[in-house]
């Protein structure tokens, strides 16, 4: 049984930073590909980056680096740093995982790929609060 556990989310002000951690059980994050999504109030969830085993990464905005997706195969966790905070990053954060364990996945948009394929994601956390404020 896969599941996903977010931890790092808080109230921060605006431009500090926050690094938010998903840690896996029973999935590698090695081996597969996981996504991060946030849902504001009110808004619906949307993808902010993706990661494949092998590290390709995609994010859905040029956010000019403010925001990193990375994870760490020995401590098998994931990871989003988020710097210089707006108050619209305010939002319940999401990690996610696809379901074939593979490390070789093509990733566009926040999301998954094997050729034309979108892998949807199947495994989901129960989120993290970010909450910014001026």
């Known amino acids: 049984q896969v599941q996903l556990v977010e931890s790092g989310g808080g109230m921060v002000n605006t431009g500090g930073s926050l690094r938010l951690s998903c840690t896996p059980s029973g999935y590698d994050v090695a081996n597969g590909c996981m996504g991060w999504f946030r849902q504001a109030p009110g808004k619906e969830r949307e993808p902010i980056a993706s990661?494949?085993?092998?590290?390709?990464?995609s994010y859905v905005r040029d956010e000019g680096g403010r925001i990193a997706i990375f994870k760490d195969d020995a401590k098998n966790i994931l990871y989003l740093q988020m710097d210089r905070l707006k108050l619209e990053d305010s939002a319940i954060y999401y990690c996610?995982?696809?379901?074939?364990?593979?490390?070789?996945?093509?990733?566009?948009?926040?999301?998954?790929?094997?050729?034309?394929?979108?892998?949807?994601?199947?495994?989901w956390g129960q989120g993290t609060q970010v909450t910014v404020s001026s």
């Open positions: 996610a995982a696809v379901s074939l364990r593979d490390p070789k996945f093509a990733v566009g948009g926040g999301y998954c790929y094997r050729g034309s394929v979108r892998h949807e994601y199947v495994y």
């Open positions: 990661i494949s085993g092998d590290n390709s990464r």
